[in-house]
């Protein structure tokens, strides 16, 4: 069974050039989370999904980031315009549900470096 | 903020048991106790779970004291592939609660 799909796994822009992640979750998750995770330390929820309903989005800079989840499968996160500080890496990881004890299953990430 | 507090580092040899120690003091009586761990360069993964009672699963065993303050991780016969940061977290497992990762503790594992 194939994990979580992230692209593309390294993107390096410049300041103030917009950049866009894709993932696409398990097969059957309905519950799918943008994480972003900077140097030594854990990671931060950004926002997460109900099917296609964005459930929580408390910590997404909402002046810059905006994501989308299209027909409830694959996800997109945007960051436009990007600042030295975005880079991270970003972590997709999606679950069964939102609920219960259903354990996350994270993608690879994406390492994004703003010159 | 993260509910839990790890040591930074730890070192184990390999083929020991590598132990690792998490406190959750302010835990709720239905929070669990939730142990991940991210090799360096891969998402974080799933290792093991608990409420009260000790658990082990082809991973881990995870040993929660009786007051639930504190509990640990124990990974029995460490290798070098078991080296990478370990996060505790706790979490009512109910819809809507988030995880809410720590730094965690970075495992070396020596040979």
């Known amino acids: 069974e194939a994990g979580v799909v992230q692209s593309p796994r390294y993107k390096i822009i410049e300041k103030k050039q917009p950049v866009a992640f894709w993932c696409n979750p398990i097969?059957?998750?309905?519950?799918l989370y943008w994480y972003r995770q900077n140097l030594g330390q854990g990671p931060e929820l950004l926002i997460r999904y109900e099917n296609e309903e964005a459930v929580d989005d408390s910590q997404l800079p909402k002046d810059r980031f905006s994501a989308e989840r299209l027909k409830g499968v694959d996800s997109t996160l945007k960051i436009q315009p990007a600042e030295l500080g975005d880079s991270a890496v970003y972590l997709c990881?999606?679950?069964?549900?939102?609920?219960?004890?259903?354990?996350?299953?994270f993608g690879p990430g994406t390492r994004l470096t703003v010159l | 903020d993260a509910k839990t507090t790890q040591p930074p580092s730890m070192d184990c040899a390999e083929g020991r048991a590598a132990n690792l120690p998490c406190n959750h003091s302010?835990?709720?009586?239905?929070?669990?106790v939730y142990w991940y761990r991210q090799i360096h360069s891969q998402g974080p993964q799933y290792i093991i779970h608990?409420?009260?009672n000790n658990e082990t699963n082809e991973m881990a065993s995870l040993i929660i004291t009786e007051d639930r303050k504190s509990s640990t991780l124990i990974l029995p016969h460490a290798t070098l592939r078991d080296t990478a940061v370990y996060y505790c977290i706790v979490r009512v497992a109910s819809y809507g609660q988030n995880f809410v990762f720590g730094p965690g503790t970075r495992l070396s594992v020596l040979p």
């Open positions: 608990g409420l009260k």
């Open positions: 097969s059957g998750h309905n519950t």
């Open positions: 990881a999606s679950s069964l549900d939102g609920g219960n004890q259903n354990e996350q299953f």
């Open positions: 302010t835990i709720s009586g239905n929070e669990y």
